[in-house]
């Protein structure tokens, strides 16, 4: 994994979802139907994003990095309570893994990728 410093270089794909990274990445689904995403055309194409994964009961949020050929996970971040609990109730407690709320996304800019 990387530290914090080495990732504040990085590009963060906001708008990205685990949702739509399935769609890009997996060969069965790289397709742009509703163009919010460029088509992959390589294994040079990637994307570095944050995911909330909540199937240990807590959410754990995890940036990753998604190409056609692998997923790696960068760093993980431990939640101010209140965000995860939030969270949690905002997703009705379910476990899965989700992109992360507006809330988290605006923590997140503010204090690790200002």
Not at 101 to 108: C, T, V
Request: aromatic share 12%; proline share 4%; with cysteine.
């Amino acid at each position: 994994m990387q530290t914090q410093t080495d990732l504040t270089s990085l590009v963060i794909d906001w708008d990205m979802t685990p949702e739509d990274a399935v769609t890009l990445y997996l060969e069965w689904g790289n397709n742009s139907w509703y163009a919010d995403h460029k088509p992959v055309t390589s294994k040079n194409d990637f994307s570095t994003y944050f995911v909330v994964n909540t199937w240990t009961g807590e959410p754990v949020l995890t940036l990753l990095r998604r190409n056609s050929d692998d997923c790696v996970e960068l760093a993980s971040f431990d939640l101010p309570e209140d965000l995860a609990r939030d969270f949690m109730e905002e997703n009705g407690g379910n476990k899965g893994v989700y992109a992360p709320s507006e809330a988290i996304k605006k923590w997140l800019q503010a204090t690790h990728f200002n």
